[in-house]
């Protein structure tokens, strides 16, 4: 039924909902992240189920229901200096979308910004969630507490499941204060396997580095970030300066709204907004990043997380994995055509027992196969 | 605690399941001497105990899943052990089960700084996974009281935490890939050296499942390098209402701190009389610990100091240097053991939201007197997670009464909005409460995890959910 949308506007009717549909469901947050292979279904939103249930800023808790907009709970939290430390990315420009991304829809993927280097990805930021599964039954896990070991950990299953277990009615968030500088470190020039070794020596120092990118092409950049107190901010620049040396000239950036611009950037994967092409996200082991970005002979490429995570733009088709070969780690279709994400897998093929868990979950918590299905196939 | 009736049909196979056991491993890695098996008949939760039909010691992968599709083939329950340091009774043994050890499985793999991990056998200790990497500069970072002796096995089943969790995380936040042995012997590898998953997160579930989904033969390690130092300060407060409210502003204002640890009067009392540290005689004291270079934590601590200020603090004392560093974690660290010189006690771990922290300590109070049992706190105050630990005379028969004043302060945990165990787990200690924490659908989608990787419901099927909401299954 296309061009209908159902648009529960609580829990208790999102679970009516799920249990009277008849046919495949569509789950729809903000619909900023058309990732995944195409669904066919009844159009089924998020976005009825919204607003801020909780916010301590003293327990660095925040509940919200997962329609609401990221931007509500990111001023929320801006208004009391903290924020989500795991820095979500807003993939609007990269995939030309419009729309208002939910939180629902940040934890369903994962999305997690250059910070997840060292301050973890969503899914070690979340702390509870609340969901309908397939049979429409609501489910709780975990809770509002930062320690919470009790039962299975279904919050992280659910982070980056993209609606394919349940439909999160909930989230449950830790947040962190905003140090109050924050500053960029810039070399230019480097090569890729010499940004490699400059961010590795960076992010194993200890003057805590919450960003390292590297931006290759015919004027290469490579962009490192602290933040901190004003003493943390005067020793640790000096010091990575002085441990950087041979890498050449650092020039520091402090000025608060070019530095977020810079980052902003690098998480949205700027470079590749409006150029056409497939964007492949590969998450690799740091060090394989060179030898990966020879072996994709790609059209752009940019390095995040210190070179453990590669994004790179490819003509429209290119089955990335035939030409890669094997590697450590997973490569994942975020941006093509739906044919192009029809015709080859969006998700790494996992090895058969591993596919098997993954789809025996599947089958338990949705049994008739109408949540997303087939988006992670 | 009721455990399963064992299956007389697998006691009385014990010799053909012993001789299928000592076809794939060495002699004195099955251990079945009735004798012997007594070495594992509880873990630190030693008010339960029960030899098991036998002990198995693999020394690689490989044998483990021999063992378990012997096992499986078998019908035979398995409980897996890492040291057996579960305060929860997670390695508590049923008398026709096979206790699976890991403790022949100590090596480190595999040692990569460039990309920050270290690949582990299971067995291997928390604090020598620290120690294989220290030297270089880098540390790995869940640091629970156990460090000593726990293992990594045991990390991963209970997703175990630490003082330090505050800025670092717990097990979970660090670990980045497993190989697991399934049930039926399969080997699978979940995660590795890259930092997320490329399918259902399969390792988030796997990390703290108590040993139930599988057996976690190596593990992928996230490293960090050292700080450039740390330095506490010891904080006393006239009551544990102010000392909360500290807490949370210190919280609010923006500074990170590694550890704030919170100990009530009867506990320092009790650290006083063992440790001889020089703690103040105060309601309620503050560890606070910041990390950096010194100017960096004169930074910190000056913050830290004027928020203190503003609670009238009965005492502030900043370490100048390490030996004064030393005796402030010195009454901390002994805590535990002080209470254990002094009396039998229950260690419970419920977490709550930071802002019901005097509440909460304040309903223990009471209940403590109405119980006429009492109760210390030491717990890891940033992050909620309460350690009260329930002081009891085994041989005046006390046990049960502590056990039932643990019940009423975990469901109190739960009523404000926290958990029954923050960084312990489940196991058979908190399994019957279960219910107050998790309505009948929740707790299905759990066994429903179980269900795919452990069909026939044989890894530590005793634990973590109640027995009579798993019983169809186990019976199946």
Known sequence: ?377 | MDMPIPDAGILSRKAQIVARLLAVLPRDAVIHDAAETRAYECDALTAYKCPPLAAVLPASTAEVAAVLRICHEEGVPVVPRGSGTSLAGGALPTADCVILGVARMAEVLETDYDNRFVRVQSGRTNLSVTGAVEEDGFFYAPDPSSQLACAIAGNVAMNSGGAHCLKYGVTTNNLLGVTLVLMDGTVVELGGAHMDAGGLDLLGVVCGSEGQLGVVTEATLRILPKPEGARPVLIGFSSNEVAGACVSDIIKAGVLPVAIEFMDRPCIRACEAFAHAGYPDCEALLIVEVEGSPAEIDEQLGLITQIARRHDPVEFREAKDAGEAGRIWLGRKSAFGAMGQINDYICLDGTIPVSELPFVLRRIGEMSKDYGLAVANVFHAGDGNMHPLILYDANAGELHKAEALGADILTLCVEVGGCLTGEHGVGIEKRDLMTTQYAPSDLEAQMRVKDVFDPAWLLNPAKLFPLAVTETRRAA
């Not at chain 1, 949308?5 to 609580?10: C, G, L, Y």
């Not at chain 1, 950049?221 to 441990?243: M, P, S, Y």
């Not at chain 1, 690799?284 to 990043?289: F, H, R």
């Not at chain 1, 093929?349 to 196939?377: C, H, K, Q, T, Y």
Request: charged share 20%.
């Open chain 1, 1 to 377: 039924m296309e061009g209908c949308v159902i648009s529960p506007r609580d829990e208790a009717e999102m679970s009516e909902a799920v249990a009277g549909a008849d046919g495949p469901l569509r789950i729809l947050g903000g619909g900023t992240r058309p990732i995944g292979r195409p669904v066919a279904g009844a159009a089924l939103s998020v976005a009825g189920l919204s607003g801020i249930t909780l916010y301590e800023p003293g327990a660095l808790t925040l509940v919200a229901r997962a329609g609401t907009p990221l931007s509500e709970i990111e001023a929320a939290l801006a208004a009391e200096g903290q924020r989500l430390a795991f820095e979500p990315m807003d993939h609007r420009g990269l995939l030309g979308t419009a729309g208002e991304p939910t939180i629902g829809g940040v934890v369903a993927a994962n999305v997690s910004g250059p910070r997840r280097v060292t301050a973890g990805a969503c899914r070690d930021h979340l702390l509870g969630v609340r969901f309908v599964d397939g049979t429409g039954a609501v489910v709780k896990n975990g809770g509002r507490v930062m320690k919470n070991v009790t039962g299975y950990d279904l919050v992280k299953l659910m982070a980056g499941s993209w609606g394919t277990l349940g439909v999160l009615t909930e989230v449950s968030l830790k947040v962190l204060p905003v140090p109050p500088i924050s500053a960029a470190l810039r070399i230019a020039g480097l090569p890729t396997a010499q940004a490699l070794a400059a961010m590795t020596t960076a992010l194993g120092s200890p003057y805590e580095v919450s960003g390292a990118a590297h931006l290759p092409g015919e004027a290469p950049v490579t962009l490192l970030r602290i933040e901190g107190f004003e003493t943390q901010i005067t020793h640790r620049t000096a010091r990575l300066k002085d441990l950087l040396r041979a890498f050449g000239d650092i020039e520091v950036e402090t000025d608060p709204a070019v530095v977020r611009e810079l980052w902003a950037g690098i998480r949205d994967i700027s470079t590749f907004h409006g150029v056409a092409g497939d964007v492949w996200r590969l998450s690799v082991k740091p060090s394989d990043a060179p030898g990966l970005l020879a072996r994709a002979d790609a059209e752009g490429a940019a390095l995040d997380w210190g070179g453990g995570l590669v994004w790179l733009r490819l003509p429209e088709g290119t089955d990335l994995r035939a030409r890669l070969g094997a590697f450590g780690g997973h490569a994942t279709l975020v941006r093509a055509s739906a044919a192009t994400r029809a015709a080859i897998a969006p998700f790494q093929p996992e090895v058969a027992p591993v596919a098997a868990l993954s789809e025996g979950i599947r089958r338990r918590f949705d049994p008739r196969g109408i949540l997303n299905p087939g988006l992670m196939a």
